[in-house]
């Protein structure tokens, strides 16, 4: 069982910055990777960021040079960096955590969200 909580939204000027943050808890050896998405008009969730036990990043086009995703040991915490925020940028950012369950495969645990307003 892994639990994580997410934390650091809020409201920003076009080009300014925000750190999102992400902490874990539980069954953290079981966790493979982490990441986190953003809300789609149509209550779906889009990629931004991801990255795996081994350490491989991945990243939506639109915020590839801005955005960076890195850990701490243990998973605790992940970050998000969010540099040169645009008006598009702005959603709820919800923070992801795969987990491997045995030999069953995988499930993914969920934070709340976290508002992110990039306004003049």
């Known amino acids: 069982q892994v639990q994580v909580v997410e934390s650091g939204g809020g409201s920003v000027l076009p080009g300014g910055s925000l750190r999102l943050s992400c902490a874990a808890s539980?069954?953290?050896?079981?966790?493979?990777?982490m990441g986190w998405y953003r809300q789609s008009p149509g209550g779906g969730r889009d990629l931004v960021a991801v990255?795996?036990?081994?350490?491989?990043?991945n990243y939506a086009d639109s915020v590839l040079g801005r955005f960076t995703i890195s850990r701490g040991n243990a998973w605790n915490p992940i970050y998000l960096q969010m540099n040169s925020l645009k008006p598009g940028d702005t959603g709820v950012y919800y923070c992801?955590?795969?987990?491997?369950?045995?030999?069953?495969?995988?499930?993914?645990?969920w934070g709340q969200g976290t508002q992110v307003t990039v306004s003049s």
């Open positions: 992801n955590a795969e987990i491997k369950i045995g030999t069953r495969g995988t499930i993914n645990s």
């Open positions: 539980g069954s953290i050896s079981t966790i493979t990777a």
């Open positions: 990255i795996t036990n081994e350490g491989r990043t």
